[in-house]
Every structure is written in structure tokens, then in C-alpha cells.
């Protein structure tokens, strides 16, 4: 069970386009999701908090219109990066949080990851 | 605010030896903490979790680890580990009754034959 997927897995795009990477809770019904960004070999950075229904909280410094957030659904979230530059180039992971039970405080699953390529 | 340190960004050990991966944290108020695993190109598992009660910790794949709160760590170890441990290791934490996870900058753990 809690299962999250990806998709794509894996994205080329032109520098100036837009790439839409969607967030799939498949087995449970997910309140909140989270996007993170990953460089290589380094740590995952928060980017936002997404609950179904409300407007995503951004962390400090990550531009909200550049990454729009979507959570339209309580099984999908989808991020979008509008005007991609090469600088954008990372993996994208996303997580999200199931219901709350007693022992599953703060506890989030991860999908696989996206990897974006702008060229 | 909240950190979480790893004092290892890389940890080569050899394949059946012991192994332990060093996490820190910083906080005024109580957090959970959480150890993550991640093999190349793929997301997150969790490997295992401390909210309260016993300080030692069993986690999936025969790892544990042992929360200390005077010296504030939360150090993961396993006793014997195979190849197919080689992977990036995150050490998370959270504030109690917050959702927001915080990471550290990960061990790359490598076993060696």
C-alpha cells in the first residue's frame, strides 16, 4: 500500500517551454503533498506544500510563478514549470501525506522522482 | 528552526561489516526523526521512524538506529550489510504536529566486495 507515482519519469525540454509533471497518490487519499527538488548528489529542498482544495505554500525563495501548483483532487497534485531555463534542469520528487492515524505522524511517501532536462 | 546534520557525506565500508551513519539535529521544540533511503534515479523509502517511546528503533532491511536526546542524534546502524545496501541514506525530522520534513545533506553509503 501507499503507493505515489510519477509522471513523466523522465522530461527533455526546450529552454522557454513549459513541462507539466504530474503526482499520483494510487492507494490512498493524500490531504497534503509535497514538492521537493534535488541537485545532483545533494540533499532534497522543499518547494511547496500542496492541500487539495487551497492554494499551495511556497518556501522562501522558490518563485511561485515560475512552479505552479495544482492539487485538484485528493489523488493529484501536478507541478508545472512554466518558462524553463537550463538552471531549472533537476530531479523533481514528490511525497505525499495519508490520513492521519496515530504512529504516522509527519509520515509522507515518496514517488519516484522526475528528471527534467532544458536544453 | 530545525536542522539536521550528517556528518558523512560518504561512508565505504566492506561488504558483512558493521556500518553506522551519523545524524544530528537541532531544535527547541520536540521533533520525530526519520531515516530515508534512496537508490539511484528513484524516490524515497522509509527505512524506519522514531515519535516516542523506546529509543531504539528496528527498521526494515535489519537496520536500527538509537535516539539520543542529550547528544541530540539519531545515528542508524546496521550490524552486518550487503551489496545491496550501496545507496543514498537521508536522515529527516520533523516538528511534532507539523507535516514539513527537513533533511540532511545524505551518506553515500558504498559496500565494497
Known amino acids: 500500500g501507499a503507493v505515489v507515482s510519477q509522471h513523466p519519469s523522465w522530461v527533455i525540454c526546450k529552454s522557454g517551454t513549459s513541462v507539466k509533471i504530474e503526482c499520483r497518490s494510487l492507494?490512498?487519499?493524500?490531504?497534503?503533498m509535497f514538492w521537493y527538488r534535488q541537485f545532483p548528489k545533494q540533499s532534497l529542498m522543499l518547494m511547496a506544500t500542496?492541500?487539495?482544495?487551497?492554494?499551495?505554500?511556497?518556501e522562501q525563495g522558490v518563485e511561485k510563478d515560475k512552479f505552479l501548483i495544482n492539487h485538484a483532487s485528493l489523488t493529484l497534485s501536478t507541478l508545472t514549470v512554466t518558462s524553463a531555463h537550463p538552471e531549472d534542469s533537476s530531479f523533481y520528487i514528490c511525497s505525499a501525506s495519508p490520513p492521519y492515524i496515530l504512529g504516522t505522524e509527519s509520515e509522507q511517501y515518496f514517488g519516484p522522482g522526475t528528471r527534467l532536462t532544458v536544453t | 528552526a530545525q536542522s539536521v546534520t550528517q556528518l558523512d557525506s560518504q561512508v565505504p565500508v566492506f561488504e558483512e561489516a558493521p556500518v553506522e551513519l551519523r545524524c544530528n539535529y537541532s531544535s527547541s521544540v520536540s521533533v520525530y526523526l526519520f531515516w530515508y533511503v534512496q537508490y539511484p534515479n528513484q524516490g524515497l523509502q522509509l527505512l524506519l521512524k522514531y515519535l516516542s517511546g523506546s529509543t531504539l528503533v528496528k527498521g526494515i532491511n535489519g537496520f536500527e538506529a538509537e535516539f539520543n536526546k542529550s547528544q541530540t542524534s539519531f545515528h542508524l546502524r546496521k550490524p552486518s550489510v550487503h551489496i545491496s545496501d550501496t545507496a543514498e541514506y537521508f536522515c529527516a525530522a520533523s516538528i511534532q504536529g507539523a507535516q514539513k520534513l527537513v533533511f540532511g545533506q545524505g551518506t553515500r553509503l558504498t559496500i565494497n566486495p
Open positions: 500542496s492541500n487539495e482544495g487551497s492554494k499551495a505554500t511556497y
Open positions: 492507494d490512498f487519499q493524500a490531504t497534503t
